[in-house]
């Protein structure tokens, strides 16, 4: 069964903390995606990864940063956090090019204070 | 030119109804659309998804209906039942590449 999982499903942070965000696929899948979700704005991608080691930004990545080491690992690291970055969190992977089903997990809800 | 829009943010209907959830486009590159549900405390799963060369796809209660002229396209639940409460995403991509969502329609049902 494919399987999506996130490291944390709340989290409570301080403004100016560093922040790590992880997320594991066990599906084998070349691409991973991590997107916000914020009511009335849908889900906006702020980066992806097509292989390891490799990155390309989203629509929103000012404040993002991610790294992906291992194929089954990606993870969205906000440098400094800050209260706008409240937010729920999302990762997804995808398979390789002519597979389009994203698999999500169940997301983080971040709370920035 | 990479928006989707979705409309209503909203949407009550009494079990037993049809559901309708509308979506448009501007690129007319876009060549896969797909419809994803999320349920509270989930994350978003594919429902499901229509190609640009057909004007209609069903599965179950669920049907795509896709107006290429129009660059519109739509999500009706038929039958409508309380287990259908969730947030519904349109989205659309092109080459497989990355998704762009729309904003969200959250539907609640009535029993």
């Known amino acids: 069964d494919v399987k999506v999982t996130q490291s944390s499903r709340y989290l409570v942070k301080r403004t100016g903390e560093k922040v790590f965000l992880e997320c594991v696929q066990d599906?084998?899948?070349?691409?991973m995606f991590w997107y916000r979700q914020d009511p009335g704005l849908g889900l906006r991608l702020i980066y992806f990864?097509?292989?390891?080691?490799?990155?390309e930004k989203g629509d929103i990545p000012e404040g993002y940063s991610v790294s992906r080491e291992k194929k089954e690992r990606f993870s969205l690291i906000l440098e400094s956090a800050s209260t706008n970055q409240t937010s729920m969190y999302l990762c997804a992977s995808r398979g390789s090019t002519g597979h389009h089903e994203q698999y999500f997990g169940p997301g983080t809800r971040l709370t920035v204070t | 030119q990479q928006q989707v829009k979705q409309s209503p943010q909203s949407l009550i209907v009494q079990k037993g109804g049809i559901s309708i959830i509308n979506c448009a486009y501007e690129?007319?590159?876009?060549?896969?659309f797909p419809w994803y549900q999320q349920f509270p405390g989930k994350g978003p799963a594919l429902l499901i998804a229509?190609?640009?060369?057909?004007s209609e796809k069903k599965e179950g209660r669920f049907t795509i209906s896709f107006n290429k002229s129009a660059k519109q396209f739509s999500l009706h639940i038929m039958d409508s039942q309380p287990g259908d409460s969730a947030t519904y995403f349109c989205a659309a991509t092109f080459g497989a590449q990355k998704l762009v969502f729309g904003q969200g329609t959250r539907l609640t049902i009535n029993p």
């Open positions: 599906m084998d899948h070349e691409n």
């Open positions: 229509i190609r640009p060369d057909v």
């Open positions: 690129n007319t590159a876009f060549d896969y």
């Open positions: 990864s097509y292989d390891v080691k490799m990155k």
